[in-house]
């Protein structure tokens, strides 16, 4: 059974940086399309970036320049460098995970197209 464990979540001020962490276990993050989605209080689950297996990124445009995905094949991890952090930035972050490779039935940043999710991580950037 895929689980993924997310950390690295907070409190930080506007402006600040943050990163987040998520371990998988029993299949290698190199086998996975994987993504960070996050969801604010009355808001829908959106997709903020995701990472092919290969290491190609799609971010969506709200925080292109401002966050980085990344994974550590060795480690199992896959990473999000938060920078510049907003009051609009405060969600719960998750990350998900599948084996399917993306199509235009479910391209990287739609969360419908994941199997695998993590239970959470809180961000929060106080206004």
């Known amino acids: 059974q895929v689980q993924l464990v997310e950390s690295g979540g907070g409190s930080v001020q506007a402006g600040g940086s943050l990163g987040l962490s998520c371990v998988v276990s029993?299949?290698?993050?190199?086998?996975?399309?994987m993504g960070w989605f996050r969801q604010a209080p009355g808001k829908e689950r959106e997709g903020v970036a995701a990472?092919?297996?290969?290491?190609?990124?799609t971010y969506t445009d709200s925080v292109k320049g401002q966050f980085t995905i990344s994974k550590d094949n060795a480690k199992n991890t896959l990473y999000l460098l938060m920078n510049s952090l907003k009051p609009e930035d405060t969600a719960m972050y998750y990350c998900?995970?599948?084996?399917?490779?993306?199509?235009?039935?479910?391209?990287?940043?739609?969360?419908?197209?994941?199997?695998?999710w993590g239970q959470g991580t809180q961000v929060t950037v106080p206004s």
């Open positions: 990472i092919d297996p290969y290491g190609s990124t």
């Open positions: 029993e299949y290698s993050v190199s086998l996975f399309w």
């Open positions: 998900a995970a599948d084996f399917r490779a993306r199509s235009t039935e479910y391209p990287p940043l739609n969360r419908n197209g994941y199997k695998y």
